[in-house]
């Protein structure tokens, strides 16, 4: 069920229609059915998994904090982290290993190995709800939250509909708190809610998916094979997983707010960054913050001396590169980042005037565009035959019409975040008369009306 989809409004709009009607342990029962419906309806198989695991760390967090030992407590908090851990692997990792294997065995010799049979299916989300469920068991480990007492409200905030499939990843001490409380009608966050859901979808659908055909067809060679053709692929893939993530986290949150919840942040306009690390405060901000918090500092993060820093950043930068994915390319992806972080602090920072800022943003956008092919390409020598592309510049009528068509999609969405870091507003408009918010909305329609696809696109995340 895809949130740019009809069947998703449909969906959305009955349940908030029952759900308002409802009291609040009525309405937390009702958002899990919900909720296990909307997985479900991907593969029901799948459902099963994620109840399994979701109803083993629930009993385990309620050991954990029943104990006073702490050798039991540490066993049954190492138990829960290799439980999930080792599904999270299985369904995963599982195919990278096999086929890493299976190309070790051919250069040795042995070819025709039929590991195709052995192909594991990733379930959707997977990698979203362990994170979650990690998130949990660590903090009542750590004291910094009680075991849920209800099983159906820790359910509910781990199958949560809104940021079930890709995110943004909430922290139990932010979200199950509002599971656990009773939540009251207010009408400016129904309606922030709903504009943050037609901000997603001008996202997703207008800018996004607009620049996913050029990025397509670039990255497929069937825009030539010259350096301005590889460069505009490499703009358009850029933007296009920005609007896209971005849309998806907008549409998101703005349905936990008709639902009255508050889900945290997720973007907060990345391609304005001056320094890599200014980019990971702003991109996928659920996520960076989580491997900080759980992966960074219990490695030791700055502590220790200037070599280990760079130890931990680079190891948490590759963690995160692996967990998008079971490829080479998403390591060195996350390398990249790791490399260009342990540069910035060695460096340290300059202290330039206002006027370079512009240029550091520019520096630091390219960087992060760089890091894109290794992301989008399937394999290193794909990547590395795209980036190869760039040593040879010729001119074709074609890219003239694919510079206008691109610039159409990218400006506006420029211009709009733009706008929302002068003003730190959540969606554009969001402080301006209602007049100009309804022409603005009405304006929106029309794009996603006219300029969207005739079928919804998966989200790039979903993969994930």
């Known amino acids: 069920m895809l949130f740019d989809s009809a069947i998703y409004a449909v969906f959305l709009v009955v349940v908030v229609l029952v759900y308002w009607r409802l009291r609040h342990h009525a309405q937390n029962r009702l958002l899990l059915l919900a909720s296990y419906f909307f997985y479900g309806w991907w593969d029901w198989r799948f459902l099963i998994l994620m109840i399994g695991s979701t109803t083993a760390d629930y009993h385990i967090a309620r050991a954990i904090a029943a104990s006073s030992d702490r050798s039991r407590r540490r066993a049954l908090l190492l138990f829960s982290l290799a439980l999930n851990f080792g599904i999270l692997g299985y369904f995963k990792y599982c195919n990278f290993f096999i086929d890493s294997f299976a190309r070790v065995a051919d250069l040795l010799g042995a070819h025709n190995l039929p590991h195709a049979l052995w192909q594991i299916i990733l379930p959707p989300a997977i990698s979203f709800y362990t994170f979650q469920e990690v998130a949990y068991i660590v903090d009542v480990h750590a004291g910094r939250l009680p075991a849920s007492r209800q099983f159906d409200e820790y359910a509910l905030f781990i199958s949560f509909f809104p940021h079930l499939i890709a995110g943004p990843i909430q922290r139990p001490g932010h979200l199950l708190p509002q599971v ?17 859901i037609l901000a997603g979808l001008f996202r997703k659908c207008v800018v996004a998916d607009s620049c996913a055909r050029i990025a397509n067809v670039a990255f497929g060679g069937r825009l030539g094979d010259s350096g301005l053709a590889a460069l505009l692929g490499i703009y358009a893939f850029a933007w296009q997983i920005y609007a896209d993530f971005s849309g998806y986290s907008d549409i998101a949150r703005g349905s936990a707010q008709v639902l009255g919840f508050h889900f945290s942040l997720n973007f907060r306009q990345p391609y304005l960054a001056f320094s890599l690390q200014d980019f990971w405060r702003r991109w996928h901000i659920s996520l960076s913050t989580w491997l900080r918090d759980y992966v960074y500092i219990p490695l030791g993060g700055n502590r220790g001396g200037t070599v280990r820093t760079y130890r931990n950043l680079m190891t948490t930068m590759l963690l995160g590169g692996l967990w998008h994915g ?7 992806w996350g390398g990249l980042h790791g490399g260009g972080l342990a540069a910035e602090r060695a460096v340290g920072e300059p202290a330039e005037p206002v006027r370079a800022l512009w240029l550091r943003r520019l520096v630091i956008f390219h960087f992060v565009c760089f890091a894109w092919v290794f992301f989008r390409a399937s394999t290193f020598h794909e990547a590395t035959d795209y980036l190869a592309q760039l040593r040879h510049w010729t001119w074709t009528p074609v890219l003239g019409s694919v510079i206008c068509y691109l610039a159409l999609a990218i400006v506006p969405l420029l211009l709009i975040d733009l706008r929302l870091e002068h003003t730190g507003e959540e969606y554009a408009l969001q402080s301006a008369r209602f007049r100009w918010q309804l022409a603005a909305a009405a304006g929106a329609v029309l794009c996603i009306a006219f300029l969207s696809e005739s079928t919804a696109n998966a989200f790039i995340y979903f993969q994930f």
């Open 326 to 332: 079971a490829s080479w390319n998403f390591v060195i």
């Open 180 to 196: 656990q409380q009773p939540r009251r009608f207010d009408g400016t966050q129904f309606y922030d809610g709903c504009m943050l």
